[in-house]
């Protein structure tokens, strides 16, 4: 059988995406001192392939997400993870996480999301909640069929905020990360558009 090729417009999302009590936009060159308060953090990296980041690396990080920003078609949808309400009321930073949409495959509408949070903030729901309003607008606006996430099998916070967001677990990728000087062992977990709204 012949399998029809869809034509692909330019994918976009209308940003901010507003959630109860977030904001998500894109990162701009001045969110720096923020994504590097996490980015440098070994507790926020120590399950993934790159950190904890010099000052250098930060700026590597930020120009590269400004790069994916102008990219057209565009693949990479890193968004800075805002808590609203926090500017001036002095109850800490307002950027406080990143969270992603890469359109892996966009012939078949698939995406990956992904996301990390300074350590202060874990254990608020904040992860699921970002993770939630980025999936929703990738299902909607870019007509997703599916989005995956892949963690490191001992991650076991990152495995359950995709539990919590619907996520299936599809399978075991072994030893397929090297992540801070070892073969890592990786879930793969996916959820489709009609089980998110299901
Ligand atoms: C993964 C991460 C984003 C989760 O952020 P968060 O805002 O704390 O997530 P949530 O509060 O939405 O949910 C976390 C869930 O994991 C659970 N959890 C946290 N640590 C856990 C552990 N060691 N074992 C089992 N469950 C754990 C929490 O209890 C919570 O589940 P619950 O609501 O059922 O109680 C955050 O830990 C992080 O930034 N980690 C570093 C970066 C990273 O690993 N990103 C994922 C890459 S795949």
């Given at each position: 059988m012949r399998l029809r090729r869809r034509v692909s417009p330019d994918p976009t999302l209308t940003l901010p995406i507003e959630t109860p009590r977030l904001l998500l936009r894109d990162f701009v060159s001045r969110d720096l001192e923020a994504v590097h308060a996490y980015s440098s953090t070994p507790q926020a990296t120590?399950?993934?392939?790159?950190?904890?980041?010099?000052l250098l690396q930060s700026k590597q990080t930020i120009r590269a997400f400004l790069d994916d920003q102008k990219?057209?078609?565009?693949v990479n949808f890193d968004l800075a993870i805002i808590r609203k309400g926090t500017a001036r009321r002095g109850d800490g930073p307002r950027l406080i996480g990143g969270v992603g949409l890469k359109l892996a495959d966009w012939d078949n509408r698939t995406a990956d999301i992904g996301y990390v949070l300074h350590?202060?903030?874990?254990?608020?729901g904040y992860a699921l909640e970002a993770a939630q309003g980025l999936a929703h607008a990738g299902f909607r606006e870019l007509g997703l069929q599916r989005i995956v996430a892949t963690c490191d099998q001992r991650n076991k916070a990152s495995a359950r905020v995709m539990e919590k967001l619907g996520m299936r677990r599809e399978g075991v990728f072994r030893q397929s990360k090297y992540i801070h000087g070892g073969w890592r062992d990786e879930f793969l977990y996916a959820i489709l558009a009609e089980e998110f709204y299901g």
């Open positions: 120590q399950y993934l392939i790159w950190g904890p980041n010099t990219e057209r078609p565009r350590p202060d903030y874990w254990g608020q």
